[in-house]
């Protein structure tokens, strides 16, 4: 029972030392700040109530990042794409040209991810974005590393396609649905 413990209790610290991480994957799959920080609390909520679930302690961040990837497959079954008007940021005076440079270069980059499927999307934004080595990414998502290296290769050349596509054409807030909330 005190083993028991002491393990939960060295997971939990790992787990939450691990937020900051889970919750840059979670922005750049989501794109929205407070769906992200939802991801992460329901994830990591989930993670602590099932530690006896976990078969090798060393695998705790990718099974933490299959449970997230579980709740934003459930999340995106349930919403309708809409972007709230009040969170298009405004340029500020400082640079305007630089500044409006960089938000459509994140702008584009964040839609052309959008447009890729979700197996290409995923993989990219665990390893290119946040880091994750093959294995880890392997065991989050539940398939072989060969597939891993396979739907990055693709997924890769078929986000740098369409980033040449769209570099003629800016990408802005018109393209996506808008909805202010109140």
């Known amino acids: 029972m005190f083993e028991k413990r002491l393990r939960n209790k060295k997971l939990a610290q790992e787990l939450c030392a691990n937020r900051d991480r889970l919750y840059k994957l ?21 993670a602590l109530k099932s530690f006896d679930s976990l078969k090798d302690d060393s695998k705790l961040n990718a099974w933490t990042c299959r449970i997230m990837l579980n709740l934003f497959r459930d999340n995106i079954r349930r919403r309708k794409d809409t ?41 990219i934004t665990m390893v290119d974005l946040m880091g994750f080595t093959y294995e880890e990414v392997s065991i989050a998502l539940d398939i072989p590393i060969g597939t ?26 018109a393209t996506t649905n808008l909805r202010r909330v109140k």
Do not use: F
């Open 26 to 46: 979670a922005y750049s799959w989501s794109g929205d700040a407070m769906l992200a920080d939802d991801l992460v609390q329901d994830a990591m909520q989930k």
């Open 83 to 123: 972007v709230d008007i009040d969170e298009i940021q405004m340029l500020s005076p400082a640079d305007p040209h630089q500044q409006l440079t960089e938000q459509d270069n994140a702008r584009r980059l964040r839609y052309c991810l959008q447009k890729l499927g979700e197996k290409h999307r995923n993989v």
């Open 148 to 173: 891993v290296m396979s739907r990055l290769c693709r997924g890769r050349a078929l986000l740098r396609q369409m980033l040449e596509t769209q570099q003629q054409t800016p990408v802005t807030a």
